[in-house]
């Protein structure tokens, strides 16, 4: 057990040396000081185990001195032992508001300064090792026991806390989820340890491949994922095929370990487009199951589309002009807006050209809505049931329009065309960006 360092602090010389000696003759180090700022410099380099410190002293007296040690010493327990002569409780009730934890009385007697000295070194000792736990346990909560990184929990917070942060100061961030492929035949055919040292390789990888303000955590099973705030996805695609060549190139300079592969899938926001953190994972994880799909060993950045929110910023309508006709095809081009079940307004979706056949959206991904042609015998009717749009009633003809969606929320306004000129007629919709498709 190493000598305990006790911090003498007082401003007469005769009794600094006086107290100093005493200390050594109990078997302690002392450290001597004989102001205020001398006390501070060597508490701060190397703080000591325990602080005996004069109350009467110029400038600075004892109690101000006492609560400025507490206050650099806010992570470990340093005690401090008061020496004065004022034996009144009112000082002892001021020392105590200070910090200190205990007075001795001039002149001091050795043996009583020893008993104070082991009372509040026992104290000490307990008190560390009751920090010490706790700080285990905090480390514990957050860190995964087998890789030393992050944890499950550990990357929820630091997710939502990235994510917010992203979105608040439209600034880019992007996730990577890993999944080392086949890691079931490795733990079947190897053994569990050996899939347990693949883990730990990854981990390392993982660590030695991102920046510092990025966070490696293990999501669950042989999944990681990188948090990588202010980085696009592009940008981050480029971090994953590093680690994913890094972690084949040091699988096979391994020994006793099989060759090991990842694949990843990356996700992020431009601008604020997903709205939560959760769908940014979600999103990575569908391209990381694309990638599994797509032969193993790969990289995949997920594809995102803008939100409704966004759509909803444009304040033009996009017309197309007709298209060239193919060969064969009489149907010219057809602009068709998109919208979003909550989604409130009107938008200008202009008919290029009269058809006699219904029109149809059948497209599973559009949110938008159809132009009907302006002239014809056939309804038209909007078949997915998906969007939140509105039909294009015809200007003349015996066919009614009818909106098949039954959660669309948008207005049909029916306008009476011109006979002789149908396709200048124009209906509204409820959007606010319009989308080109084929008929």
């Not at 005493?22 to 000081?33: D, I, K, Q, R």
């Not at 934890?101 to 009751?130: C, G, H, S, W, Y």
């Not at 929820?156 to 990235?162: D, F, K, S």
């Not at 594809?303 to 193919?326: D, N």
């Amino acid at each position: 057990m190493k000598t305990a360092r006790i911090l003498v602090v007082d401003d007469d010389k005769t009794m600094l040396s006086a107290v100093s000696n005493m200390v050594a003759e109990a078997g302690y180090t002392p450290l001597c000081a004989m102001s205020w700022g001398e006390a501070l410099r060597v508490f701060r380099q190397d703080p000591p185990d325990m602080v005996l410190l004069d109350v009467m002293m110029p400038d600075i007296d004892g109690f101000k001195l006492a609560r400025m040690f507490k206050n650099e010493a806010d992570r470990i327990f340093v005690p401090v032992i008061l020496i004065t002569a004022l034996d009144d409780l009112a000082s002892k009730q001021r020392g105590l508001a200070a910090g200190a934890d205990d007075f001795l009385t001039k002149p001091i007697n050795p043996l009583e300064l020893d008993l104070r000295i082991k009372a509040m070194l026992r104290v000490k000792v307990l008190t560390d090792q009751i920090q010490s736990a706790r700080q285990q346990l905090a480390k514990l909560a957050v860190t995964d026991e087998l890789t030393g990184i992050a944890n499950r929990r550990s990357l929820n917070e630091a997710l939502e806390r990235e994510f917010t942060r992203a979105v608040r100061y439209k600034h880019p961030f992007s996730v990577c989820l890993l999944d080392i492929d086949r890691f079931k035949a490795v733990n079947d055919n190897h053994g569990h340890a050996v899939g347990d040292r693949v883990l730990v390789l990854a981990a390392g990888v993982l660590s030695d491949c991102v920046r510092r303000t990025d966070l490696v955590g293990r999501f669950g099973g042989e999944e990681f994922l990188i948090l990588a705030p202010e980085t696009s996805p592009t940008d981050a695609r480029v971090l994953a095929e590093r680690v994913r060549t890094t972690l084949e190139r040091r699988s096979q300079e391994e020994q006793d370990l099989p060759d090991v592969t990842a694949s990843i899938g990356i996700a992020g926001i431009r601008n604020c487009e997903i709205s939560d953190a959760a769908t940014v994972v979600r999103l990575a994880d569908e391209a990381l199951y694309e990638a599994k799909a797509s032969g193993r060993n790969r990289c995949i950045l997920a594809s995102t589309r803008l939100t409704v929110a966004e759509e909803a910023e444009a304040t033009e309508v996009e017309t197309t002009t007709p298209s060239p006709t193919v060969a064969g095809q009489s149907s010219p081009v057809v602009r068709t807006a998109a919208l979003d079940t909550k989604a409130h307004g009107h938008v200008n979706a202009h008919v290029e050209a009269a058809r006699p056949s219904a029109a149809t959206d059948a497209d599973p991904r559009t949110d938008g809505c159809v132009g009907a042609p302006a002239t014809g015998p056939a309804a038209a009717t909007d078949a997915n049931p998906r969007t939140d749009g509105c039909v294009d009633v015809p200007a003349t003809g015996p066919a009614a329009a009818t909106d098949a969606n039954p959660e669309t929320d948008a207005v049909l306004d029916a306008v009476p065309g011109n006979a002789e000129d149908p396709a200048e007629d124009d209906v509204n919709v409820g959007s606010d960006t319009s989308r080109s498709t084929g008929s």
